[in-house]
């Protein structure tokens, strides 16, 4: 214990030297990431940031000078003949006609609503007139836009469509600015970013110097980030009068937008979509003469997913009677799977399973060789069920013909070699399929979709304050999520869409989805708030559009003190502050620091960007088996998938050394390309932490410890925590048990599920889902001692107090091994404290 005591005041001198340190720098903001040195400095030109130029009649005449250059420029490419098509087709889309309204009203108002449909320029067009504008009355210099995206993927495709439109490269007066990956120059002066990157600008430029213009774009989703940024804008506005605050949505619920900024004016774009027709289910069963499977002869593996099914409908109905029993009465002859569902349970419980994958290729089939030309974009409800179609429909004659098919996935995170192919129009006789999220729906837009295939779920994270657990569930969407789903037929000619249930389950949708504020876990942005200086948070979340409940702010707050965030009265910590200035959840980054402060930091560096990029380890559908004995190689008897993690992205590093990366991924089941995103990320890490002070420059120094494996296990622990649970080895199975939960289950990929004991009395996990059980991802296991030293926050309330709150898990789980530990090491306290 006096081991711990010292790491812990260890600790406490570090983090504050360090934060001291990264004081200095305050003025440069803690997200200046080096990527291959394409970003410059965060704010407006540098110019504007220069000392001796502030204040100074001789700034004011450079910044003219230098926006009638900028004048110049823009005039010659519209002049030319490339600028004069470009701008030939800017006129065409809707919002063009609006383009002086839209100005105008910026002009006189500090706040502006505008809605309109999804094509219709508002996320390309508005921020360049706004732009344009600007330069056009020379004051291309000092301006200063920026404008959110609410996903990575479209801040990027955006920024790159408007520098095109602008005859540019990406970087000059247009630049984007999403999380450790950037092109921005010295002379950019409208910038796409996500709103994250907004509010970590927001942590050290609390006034956002320097901006004119902040564009909040797809505010109708109602995103948590997007909530939070409104709110802080709020208050912003009185302080900076001269700031524009522009809010763009694509459905018309601008009311409520603009009541909540005390009635601002609201400017509707009028689009321009062609009619696109709708199937429900029972339009496309009779169109496609989709063929039920009689009953009798489903086979004994149908038989069973039916009787899974009617079970999990029983637990469905007492909790949704009202969906059910119209769903019940509306179609009754539905195959989801293939094996002729024709149960009234089936509908009922409507579940990515029993949206049959036979059935949508039936669908795809019956448009690729029977209808017009034309893309199609399939909506799905998660990234595992596109994978899993993506590989069935590869292996079928028709869809799976290249010459004919352009089967495509997109997907959030993907790269973007691979996302550009998806707005590419394929060659002639070529059909375009993409499977989506519902990512699709409103941010990007790809022009050539005639046809949508709607499968009517998304999963939505969903957040159950009474158990503290995050659900990952698919639910049906929202009739404006329908709508807009629909609308993406209809961008270049008459289209349609195919909704995969029947009309009346849409008539029981929701208008409008419940905001994500509502729905997830609130560490991450209670944290901000304390950051930001924000004040209570309970009281400043209570200022949101829809506040979220009590409960779940208070176990946010309750989670942050025990991981040490915040004191007991609430204050930021210097453990918290550091955390806020790193772009990962806490306890990720909880991990980094002890990584850096105990010097086994590779490791450390590949858990972190492993669990916040994605999983590596592949699981084929066909190949399930195969695929996990290759990881459980991996962790030989470390019992830890973070462990398992390490050992894959080592190999890996080898193996690419002796240019024999793809091979040793295909022998493994690994995704080369998720651990190419790991070792991009992992040099973030590296330089953000440089930057922030938090390590040497010297990686040897940081990694004198890496090889032990007892070490790097605590420091999974510290971070996970608490995060835990117990493992009980049965003779023939392992119970495994957390104090909120109960039973919980392992994900069947993970190295400790299916093993005949695991010889650690505990299990620190990274994420719980609950989808019908609660499922953990992601383990390692540590011993009693691991726990108590390293599991919580030794500062919270003294020595004892930990003690004291381990010991109410102690008391819960009843574990007399844990319990001898705890004696010992409490008596050794004792006589520490004694001896002192
Ligand atoms: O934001 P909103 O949905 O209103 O539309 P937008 O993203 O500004 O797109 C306006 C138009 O620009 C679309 O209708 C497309 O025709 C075109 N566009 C494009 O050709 N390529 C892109 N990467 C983005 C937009
Ligand atoms: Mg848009």
Same mark, same amino acid.
């Given at each position: 214990f006096g081991l711990q005591r010292e790491v812990d005041l260890h600790l406490r001198s570090f983090l504050s030297q360090k934060a001291r340190k990264s004081d200095n720098f305050s003025d440069k903001s803690p997200l200046r990431t080096s990527s291959g040195g394409k970003l410059a400095s965060d704010g407006g030109s540098d110019m504007q940031r220069d000392p001796f130029m502030q204040n100074s009649a001789v700034m004011d005449r450079v910044?003219?000078?230098?926006?009638?250059?900028?004048?110049?420029?823009?005039?010659?490419?519209?002049?030319?003949?490339? #600028?004069?098509? =470009?701008?030939?087709?800017? *006129?065409?889309?809707?919002?063009?006609?609006?383009?002086? !309204? @839209? @100005?105008?009203?910026?002009?006189?108002?500090?706040?502006?609503?505008?809605? $309109? /449909?999804? $094509?219709?320029g508002k996320t390309t067009q508005l921020p360049q007139y706004i732009l344009e504008s600007e330069i056009e009355a020379a004051r291309g210099a000092s301006c200063s836009i920026i404008c959110t995206q609410p996903r990575r993927i479209s801040a990027m495709a955006v920024s790159e469509r408007v520098a095109a439109e602008r005859g540019e490269n990406l970087g000059e007066s247009v630049g984007y600015k999403v999380r450790l990956e950037g092109m921005k120059g010295r002379d950019t002066r409208l910038l796409f970013c996500t709103t994250g990157i907004l509010l970590r600008r927001l942590l050290v430029d609390r006034d956002l110097k320097g901006v004119t213009h902040v564009?909040?774009?797809?505010?109708? /989703?109602? $995103? =948590?980030? /997007?909530?939070?940024?409104?709110?802080?804008?709020?208050? @912003?506005?009185p302080r900076r009068p001269d700031l524009r605050l522009i809010l763009m949505s694509a459905t018309l619920n601008a009311e409520l937008f603009s009541s909540y900024f005390g009635g601002a004016p609201t400017i509707h774009i009028p689009g321009f979509t062609y009619p696109v027709r709708a199937y429900f289910l029972e339009n496309i069963l009779e169109m496609t003469g989709y063929r039920l499977t009689p009953f009798n002869q489903i086979d004994d593996y149908g038989q069973e *997913?039916?009787?899974? =099914?009617?079970?999990?409908? %029983?637990?469905?109905?007492?909790? *949704?009677?009202?969906?059910?029993?119209?769903v019940e009465d509306a179609v009754e002859a539905a195959d989801y799977r293939g094996y002729g569902l024709r149960t009234r349970e089936s509908l009922a419980c409507w579940n990515p399973d029993s949206i049959g994958f036979n059935f949508i290729q039936h669908v795809l089939c019956h448009i690729v060789s029977k209808e017009r030309p034309g893309g199609i974009l399939v909506f799905m409800t998660g990234w595992d069920d596109i994978n899993s179609l993506k590989d069935q429909l590869l292996a079928h004659p028709l869809l799976g013909d290249p010459s004919k098919v352009l089967l495509l996935a997109c997907h959030g995170s993907m790269p973007s070699s691979e996302q550009r192919l998806i707005f590419e129009k394929p060659e002639d006789g070529v059909r375009k399929i993409v499977l989506a999220t519902n990512m699709a729906e409103t941010s990007i837009t790809i022009n050539d979709v005639v046809f949508v295939v709607d499968c009517g779920k998304a999963k939505e994270t969903s957040y159950d304050a009474l158990n503290n657990t995050p659900c990952l569930l698919p639910s049906w969407i929202s009739k404006a999520s329908a709508r807009q789903r629909r609308g993406r037929a209809g961008r270049v000619q008459p289209g349609e869409c195919y909704h995969l249930y029947p009309r009346c389950v849409y008539d029981t949708f929701a208008d409008y989805q419940l905001p994500e504020l509502l729905r997830t876990p609130l560490q991450s942005l209670c944290l901000q708030i304390k950051s930001l200086e924000l004040g209570g948070i309970t009281k400043f979340l209570s200022r949101a559009l829809q506040p979220p409940e009590l409960l779940s702010v208070q176990n946010a707050v309750e989670y942050l003190k025990i991981i040490g965030a915040l004191d007991e009265n609430e204050n930021l910590t210097v453990l918290g502050r550091n955390l806020s200035m790193l772009p990962v959840e806490p306890k990720l980054g909880k991990m980094l620091i002890l990584g850096a402060i105990f010097n086994c930091l590779d490791p450390v560096m590949t858990i972190v960007a492993g669990l916040s990029?994605?999983?590596?380890?592949?699981?084929?559908?066909?190949?399930?088996?195969?695929?996990?004995?290759?990881? !459980? %190689?991996?962790? #030989?008897? /470390?019992?830890?998938d973070h462990l398992a993690l390490v050992r894959a992205y080592e190999g890996w590093k080898e193996a690419e050394r002796q240019q024999s990366g793809y091979e040793y991924c295909w022998k493994n089941f690994l995704s080369a390309q998720t651990l190419k995103a790991i070792d991009s990320l992992r040099k973030q890490f590296f330089y953000l932490l440089k930057d922030s002070s938090l390590i040497d420059q010297n990686i040897e120094n940081c990694n004198t410890w890496s090889h032990d494996e007892h070490l790097v296990r605590s420091v999974i622990c510290a971070g996970l925590f608490p995060g835990i649970c117990s493992v009980v080895n049965k003779e023939k199975s392992i119970a495994l048990k957390t104090m909120e939960d109960g039973l919980v289950l392992l994900y069947s990929n993970s190295v400790n599920a $299916?093993?005949?004991?695991?010889?650690?009395?505990?299990l620190v996990f990274n994420e719980k889902v609950k989808v019908n059980a609660v499922f953990l991802r992601d383990s390692t296991g540590v011993s009693d001692s691991v726990l108590l030293l390293f599991g919580g926050n030794i500062s919270r309330g003294g020595l004892d107090g930990h003690l004291k709150m381990l010991g109410g898990y102690l008391e819960f789980f009843m574990n007399p091994s844990l319990a001898n530990t705890y004696l010992s090491l409490k008596r050794e306290l004792e006589e520490l404290i004694q001896k002192k």
């Open positions: 910044l003219h000078r230098r926006s009638l250059q900028i004048r110049n420029k823009q005039q010659e490419w519209q002049e030319s003949p490339e #600028g004069l098509k =470009m701008l030939e087709f800017r *006129k065409s889309l809707p919002a063009y006609k609006e383009r002086d !309204a @839209l @100005l105008n009203t910026i002009s006189q108002n500090q706040v502006l609503v505008v809605s $309109g /449909e999804t $094509g219709c564009i909040v774009d797809e505010i109708h /989703e109602r $995103g =948590m980030n /997007e909530d939070f940024l409104l709110i802080v804008l709020k208050d @912003l506005l *997913k039916i009787w899974k =099914m009617q079970k999990q409908a %029983q637990t469905f109905k007492k909790r *949704k009677s009202q969906i059910v029993s119209v990029v994605r999983d590596p380890f592949l699981t084929p559908f066909d190949k399930k088996d195969l695929a996990e004995s290759a990881k !459980a %190689q991996f962790s #030989g008897r /470390e019992h830890s $299916g093993v005949p004991k695991i010889p650690y009395p505990w």
